[in-house]
């Protein structure tokens, strides 16, 4: 079983920098695309950031220049770097593994979850 945990949420300022890492176990990690998503309440679930099994990152247009994607094959974990923070930004964030690779912005092909982690950005 492929099980997924975030951790690195919290209670930020504006303008702080927050990262958020997502280890994972029971699954081949390194052929995953691994992906970050983010869900307000009353919304969508949204797409952060997505990294492929070959380390092609893809940052959603937003964040751009804020956020940074990166993976750890061997410590099998993803983490989401995140600065200077926005109120915007308070949500939930969700790490999701996609076991076929490659890269999707789709949360519907993306087949394990984590439970979320609370980031919450104070204006």
């Known amino acids: 079983q492929v099980r997924l945990e975030e951790s690195g949420g919290g209670l930020v300022q504006v303008g702080d920098s927050l990262r958020l890492s997502c280890a994972t176990s029971?699954?081949?990690?390194?052929?995953?695309?691994l992906g970050w998503f983010r869900q307000a309440p009353g919304e969508e679930r949204e797409f952060v950031a997505a990294i492929t099994e070959i380390s092609s990152a893809y940052i959603f247009e937003s964040v751009k220049g804020r956020f940074t994607i990166s993976r750890d094959n061997v410590k099998n974990t993803v983490y989401l770097q995140m600065n200077n923070l926005k109120p915007e930004d308070t949500a939930v964030y969700l790490c999701?593994?996609?076991?076929?690779?490659?890269?999707?912005?789709?949360?519907?092909?993306?087949?394990?979850w984590g439970q979320g982690t609370q980031v919450t950005v104070s204006s």
């Open positions: 029971g699954g081949t990690f390194s052929t995953y695309t």
């Open positions: 999701a593994a996609k076991q076929s690779g490659g890269f999707s912005s789709a949360p519907r092909l993306y087949d394990y």
